[in-house]
């Protein structure tokens, strides 16, 4: 009974410490590895991503790129929310260019961290254009004849039309993306989506990087918005800020560094 007695209690005394150890560990076992949910901008739809998903994919988390409709702000971002609703867990929220206009719209619980890519980041009431300001910050070239509008058929817009503006096919590769060879300037061209004037009008809704940590990617040589404003954009809302030497396209010429903030802004 004694040699039972004893394995019993060695027994009891190894299950007891694996336990311990277990609870230790549990959670960082048990918390969930967040998802990460990238939202393109203006002139460009989900394939902008295409690198920098890639890169996250392969270090194991689950990212996803909804269709940005590029019609303004408040239904901009209802469409990404609907998105959102089919994800369980933490969500890291990443928007470039226009898409970061439409991210600081969205209020989901779920979102832990917002990652900025050279984006517009207003402030309640603020529209986009005032990011471009040319007397605040001067050096934007998206203007015409780069700039061009054209008539759509667009159910949300008056009598189902809207007036949309695009980049001019032969200032695509120079204002958009100097930084990229001419076969990815040409494939980024072919993908280009207009968005609806009026959505650089539409004011923002209360900001939801208020009180959230947020990470800012400035690009140095972006011709669109200009880096003077994307600093004051970052420095205002409180983020961690990085800098590139790069076009308004570092998510299609730098995936690298711009998948490795996520990361960061991931956890």
């Given at each position: ?10 027994l009891l005394a190894v299950l007891i410490a694996f336990a311990a ?39 194991g988390y689950q990212v996803l790129t909804p269709e940005n409709p ?124 207009s968005i609806a004037l009026a959505a650089n009008l539409e004011p ?64």
């Amino acid at each position: 009974m004694t040699i039972i007695r004893t394995l019993r209690n060695a027994l009891l005394a190894v299950l007891i410490a694996f336990a311990a150890t277990a609870a230790v560990a549990m959670p960082a076992w048990a918390a969930p590895r967040p998802t990460v949910v990238l939202v393109h901008g203006a002139f460009a739809d989900p394939t902008s991503w295409d690198r920098v998903a890639a890169q996250l994919r392969g270090q194991g988390y689950q990212v996803l790129t909804p269709e940005n409709p590029l019609r303004g702000p408040a239904y901009d971002a209802a469409a990404v929310q609907r998105t959102l609703d089919t994800v369980e867990g933490p969500i890291v929220l990443v928007g470039h260019s226009y898409g970061g206009f439409v991210i600081t719209n969205v209020h989901d619980p779920d979102v832990v961290s917002m990652v900025y890519v050279a984006a517009f980041a207003p402030a309640q009431g603020e529209f986009a254009q005032l990011a471009l300001n040319p007397i605040q910050f001067p050096g934007s070239q998206l203007l015409p004849p780069a700039l061009q509008v054209k008539v759509v058929d667009d159910p949300q817009g008056v009598a189902g039309r809207n007036l949309d503006g695009y980049v001019a096919p032969e200032s695509f590769h120079s204002v958009f993306a100097q930084d990229v060879d001419d076969a990815t300037a040409a494939d980024m061209l072919a993908h280009q989506h207009s968005i609806a004037l009026a959505a650089n009008l539409e004011p923002s809704s209360a900001p939801s990087w208020a009180g959230m940590p947020s990470w800012y990617l400035v690009s140095q040589q972006d011709r669109v918005i200009p880096p003077a404003s994307q600093r004051f954009m970052a420095e205002r809302m409180g983020a961690q800020t990085t800098e590139l030497d790069a076009s308004h396209a570092s998510l299609v010429s730098q995936p690298g560094e711009v998948a490795a903030v996520i990361e960061t802004a991931a956890g």
